[in-house]
């Protein structure tokens, strides 16, 4: 097993602030932090304190949202890590099958209907909001998972291996922080 000490937790802090600089990553928060606090700093008629510690604090519940998927995964990379070990046969069984029948799906000899369908939520949400601001944090990490894909996924491997779903979880609220 994996010992999570400070040099991992360092690690994965500036892991995060890499993630945020990059250049798929960086260009985005502009038209976040506007989206989140309904208006951008510069239309405001007023540029108070009060202004800008609502748009701080907005700022505070996306990141908390973020936060929040990137934890509930390395908690689950790490439960699911101990899972799949004990049933290591079975699912390489299962993933053999999986990937026959998306072959056979590709060739067209399969054509389940559950599979040519999509769903697109309409979901309003306006900004300006601790809850709104929140949902985006929460949806905007899903979106730039594929954008830092390789420092997110060495990350949950880590998280994945490491003894205790707590330690998974310590390990992506640190990279968290850091994004």
């Known amino acids: 097993m994996i010992d999570l000490s400070q040099t991992g937790m360092i690690a994965a802090f500036v892991a995060g602030i890499i993630s945020f600089l990059s250049p798929c990553v ?10 989140i606090a309904g208006q951008s700093i510069a ?7 009060a ?3 609502q748009a701080v604090a907005l700022s505070l519940c996306f990141v908390l949202g973020f936060a929040t998927i ?8 790490t439960a699911l890590g101990q899972l799949l070990i004990s049933y290591r046969y079975e699912l390489n069984l299962l993933g053999g099958a999986v990937v026959i029948g998306f072959g056979l799906f590709t060739l067209g000899v399969l054509r389940p209907s559950w599979l040519q369908r999509e769903l697109r939520p309409d979901a309003a949400i306006p900004g300006g909001r601790p809850g709104g601001a929140y949902l985006l944090g929460m949806a905007f990490a899903f979106g730039w998972s594929p954008c830092i894909g390789p420092i997110l996924g060495t990350i949950l491997t880590v998280g994945a291996a490491s003894a205790t779903v707590g330690k998974g979880a310590a390990l992506l609220a640190t990279y968290s922080l850091g994004s």
Do not use: C, D, M, Q
Not at 43 to 49: D, E, H, M, P, Y
């Open 70 to 77: 990137f934890v509930i995964l390395g908690a689950s990379a």
């Open 26 to 35: 960086l260009p985005l928060v502009p038209g976040y932090v506007s989206y």
């Open 43 to 49: 239309s405001r008629t007023t540029k108070s304190a």
């Open 51 to 53: 202004v800008r510690f």
